[in-house]
């Protein structure tokens, strides 16, 4: 799954080069110039990540910061700020308001990437191109397949992000609308029972090779990926 990283910068030149380096690595680039526009984009989907300038026009980047973790929804969106300032006082109150890492201006496009890697790998495993294997089951983003032994899984575009998200966040409970917020990116403008439909969906095509186990429903919690039987779990 293509990570989508909003940069949240006023100047074009920098948010140029931001976005070529983001490109070049295989990640989305969301451009937003203000809080403003950065919330615009947040509505319509949830980001993987936010690169966010801390000297913004209106809203500086560490009020908007602080808004996004007082929000719910908000509150898990890994963000990385960006600054021209150097003064340690401000990367400490940049890191106390809930920034996972912070950066001064000038950066290499090597350093960024970096960063954007390390975060991404602490909060979000399924942005990255690697191979997970639950219970015989392999997916394979870099190949976008998914495989038992010889047998290939054929899956639509939501049921392989749903399998993904489920795979990479086993053996834990997601509610309905976790699961719209992680996979569709959005919990506001779809329906809950739009999870139902790819859950059933994808069920369907793991029966192909006898999976479909794998996905246990958890009565009035939400969803389950695990290769382990509970017997608390609903079945149906
Ligand atoms: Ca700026």
Do not use: C
């Not at 203000?34 to 509505?43: L, S, T």
């Not at 919990?187 to 996905?215: G, N, P």
Request: no cysteine; charged share 30%; net charge negative.
């Amino acid at each position: 799954m293509t990570a989508r990283i909003i940069i949240v910068e006023d100047e074009p030149a920098i948010q140029q080069m931001i976005a070529l380096t983001i490109i070049q690595a295989g990640y989305k680039p969301v451009y937003a110039h203000d809080a403003e526009e950065a919330m615009i984009q947040i509505n319509e989907a949830l980001p993987d990540l936010i690169l966010l300038d801390w000297m913004l026009p209106k809203m500086s980047g560490i009020e908007f910061a602080r808004m996004l973790r007082r929000n719910s929804r908000t509150q898990r969106i890994p963000i990385i700020m960006l600054t021209a300032r150097t003064d340690e006082n401000d990367k400490v109150s940049g890191l106390e308001i809930g920034a996972d890492d912070y950066m001064t201006k000038p950066f290499s496009p090597r350093e960024l990437i970096a960063r954007i890697k390390a975060v991404l790998r602490r909060r979000a495993p399924e942005a990255l191109d690697e191979m997970v294997t639950i219970d015989g089951l392999v997916f394979d983003p870099v190949n976008h397949r998914v495989t038992t032994g010889n047998n290939e899984v054929t899956l639509g575009p939501t049921e392989y992000r749903l399998l993904h998200f489920l795979m990479t966040h086993a053996d834990r409970v997601y509610s309905r609308a976790q699961l719209l917020d992680r996979v569709w990116g959005d919990h506001v403008f779809v329906e809950e029972r739009t999870v139902d439909v790819h859950i059933r969906r994808l069920r369907k095509a793991l029966e192909a090779v006898d999976k479909e186990a794998l996905i246990q429903t958890v009565r009035g919690a939400g969803y389950r990926f695990s290769a382990h039987a509970d017997p608390t779990l609903d079945m149906s």
